[in-house]
């Protein structure tokens, strides 16, 4: 079975930023798996874990995309606190960097989703 986690906010200090779930894990095996894709559907990117027993999601849904764009500035990697535990999100930035190239005018991740993040990251495309 795969866990979803949903993150409910984050903190910036200084060149760091730091989401937060207020779930734990329900398993003590958990360690990031470098990987983001989406889920358009929900409207979110979504970080994979490598879990004792498979995958779990760790999603980030639109509320805390303002971050991900602070994240794409100051070049580098969040940390996710998670429970008792925080560790850094490794390949977060060069991956979210990936899909944003790939959703841009790319509406096979839905129109509404699309213009969502085209619209968020305006930014990133406009200095890219």
Do not use: C
């Amino acid at each position: 079975m795969r866990n979803t986690y949903i993150v409910d906010s984050g903190v910036q200090k200084g060149t760091s930023i730091t989401f937060l779930l207020t779930e734990k894990p329900t398993t003590e095996q958990v360690k990031p798996a470098g990987q983001l894709i989406t889920d358009s559907d929900a409207h979110s990117f979504v970080y994979l874990l490598d879990e004792q027993d498979g995958y779990g999601y760790v999603q980030f849904p639109k509320n805390v995309w303002g971050l991900l764009t602070e994240l794409l500035r100051i070049e580098e990697d969040p940390s996710l606190e998670f429970g008792d535990q925080t560790f850094v999100l490794h390949q977060f930035r060069e991956e979210l960097e990936m899909l944003l190239y790939n959703i841009e005018g790319n509406e096979n991740y839905g129109a509404d989703f699309t213009k969502e993040v085209e619209t968020i990251f305006q930014d990133f495309y406009e200095n890219a």
